[in-house]
Each structure stands twice: as C-alpha cells, then as structure tokens.
C-alpha cells in the first residue's frame, strides 16, 4: 500500500466494517417485521437455488407479520419448504396464495438476550476497526523504515489514523444504541 493512500484506505476498510456490522445486527430480529429477515433464503426453483426476493413480493401489512406473495404460483410450495428448512424459527402459513410469517411478540429475557448479543457484536467489530487500526501504524512504520517519510510523518499518520478510529467506533456505537434501544422499546 503506497503511503500517499493509507488514510483513504484505511478509511474506506472501516467504513466498510461499519456496513458489516450494520448487516449484521439487521438480522437481529427485534420482534418487529423487517424483510431483511429473509436476506439470504434461497429457494430451489425448478432445481436452481434462488434468492427469495428475485421470486417474490415482500410486503409488511401489519408490524409484526412477513407476507410473501410469489410471482409465480407455482413455487408457493417451493418457498414454504425453504422457509421451514431456514434458521428463521418462524414457522409459515401458506393459505394457497401467500405466506404469512408471524413474528412472536419478545419476553424480557429475550430481549435482554438479544441485548447482550449486540454488545458481544459491537465488542467483534470494535476488535475489527482496530485491527485496521494496527495494520494502518505498522503501514507508517514500514514506511519510516524504509525511508520514505520522516518520523514527524509517522506521528502525523498515527494522529489522523487515531481519529479515524474513534470516528468508526463512535459510528458503530451507535448503531448499537440505536438497535438496543429498538429491542428494548419494541
């Protein structure tokens, strides 16, 4: 990594650990209907394995409920068999036309379960953004050793990668809060 593009790089590497965090506390489910429940399903149709977005319409008629309405009637059963055999926990109700996916109100417990899980995610990615961080100073020093800047530079790069860091770590804190908050108050 040329020295000249260090920040911008370490930059963009933890923006996008910020974006993967987010991703994944989107699957969190919260006891609310959010369609990113069913990112990643993939549904066997007509022997390929689909995205169930690309087969169906997704909608949320009330704040606790999924219903899928496919495209092709045809793959109903397809879906709902793809349904059961995902990690959703929510069983389906097929009514011939749609699929409903009621999601269960959360218990206390549960919602402070889901409240440590955030904290356990926000721990990992806070871990990842320093990582970047580390990898962005061992960068500089190489650097300096190679005589392509001077020590004051190091300094300089420590001090603006330093502030990226907090920046990152404060964004991801909150987007924790924010999610706990969502669990918490649902």
């Known amino acids: 990594?040329?020295?000249?593009?260090l920040l911008k790089e370490t930059k963009n590497r933890m923006v996008k650990s910020e974006e993967a965090f987010s991703r994944t506390l989107s699957r969190i489910r919260a006891g609310v209907a959010n369609a990113s429940l069913?990112?990643?399903i993939m549904v066997d149709y007509y022997g390929v394995p689909t995205d169930l977005r690309?087969?169906?319409?997704?909608?949320?008629?009330?704040?606790?409920m999924l219903q899928i309405a496919p495209y092709d009637k045809s793959s109903l059963n397809d879906i709902d068999r793809a349904l059961q055999q995902s990690d959703l926990g929510i069983p389906p109700t097929n009514d011939g036309s749609v699929i409903r996916l009621i999601i269960p109100a959360l218990t206390q417990e549960r919602?402070?379960?889901l409240s440590k899980i955030v904290g356990k995610d926000l721990e990992d990615a806070k871990i990842a953004i320093r990582n970047i961080r580390r990898d962005a100073i061992d960068e500089t020093k190489k650097a300096e050793k190679a005589k392509e800047i001077t020590e004051d530079d190091v300094r300089s790069y420590e001090s603006d990668?330093?502030?990226?860091?907090?920046a990152a770590i404060k964004n991801i804190e909150k987007i924790a809060s924010d999610k706990e908050d969502e669990i918490m108050n649902v």
């Open 161 to 166: 990668i330093q502030d990226l860091t907090n």
């Open 111 to 113: 919602r402070k379960e």
């Open 38 to 40: 069913l990112d990643g």
């Open 54 to 64: 690309q087969l169906a319409t997704i909608t949320i008629p009330e704040p606790r």
């Open 1 to 5: 990594m040329a020295i000249d593009n």
